[in-house]
């Protein structure tokens, strides 16, 4: 495991080993419907930072700040945020075209700009 991979988890592992932290991680399964918000896998979901605790420690234990990733999206989040990749708009364009294909009424009423 790399240096920075490590160091990321050294901070998240002081929040997520409370009781708190168990608690709010349901309640944010529960709001994102127990699947991926990314891509809508429903298992092995993980509740996830947006905000990463090492820079963002206040924001811990904040529902506005979580959300649940399946591992892959997860595993390729943690890997942008510690410098290891980017995000390729061409591939990011396309998931959000069949994310919209696969739940057409959360943007009816939305004009096509």
């Not at 309640?27 to 699947?35: F, I, V, Y």
């Not at 959300?67 to 410098?83: M, P, S, V």
Request: net charge positive; aromatic share 4%.
């Amino acid at each position: 495991m790399s240096k920075r991979r490590q160091d990321y988890q050294n901070h998240s592992a002081k929040v997520c080993k409370t009781m708190r932290w168990k608690a709010m991680r349901l309640l944010a399964l529960e709001r994102d419907g127990w699947q991926c918000v990314q891509c809508g896998e429903r298992r092995r979901l993980e509740v996830d930072h947006i905000l990463p605790v090492k820079t963002h420690p206040e924001l811990s234990f904040s529902l506005g700040n979580l959300q649940c990733l399946c591992g892959r999206c997860h595993a390729r989040k943690t890997r942008i945020e510690i410098g290891l990749g980017q995000l390729n708009p061409k591939r990011e364009a396309w998931k959000k075209l069949v994310k919209d294909l696969q739940n057409p009424n959360e943007h009816k009423g939305k004009s096509n700009a």
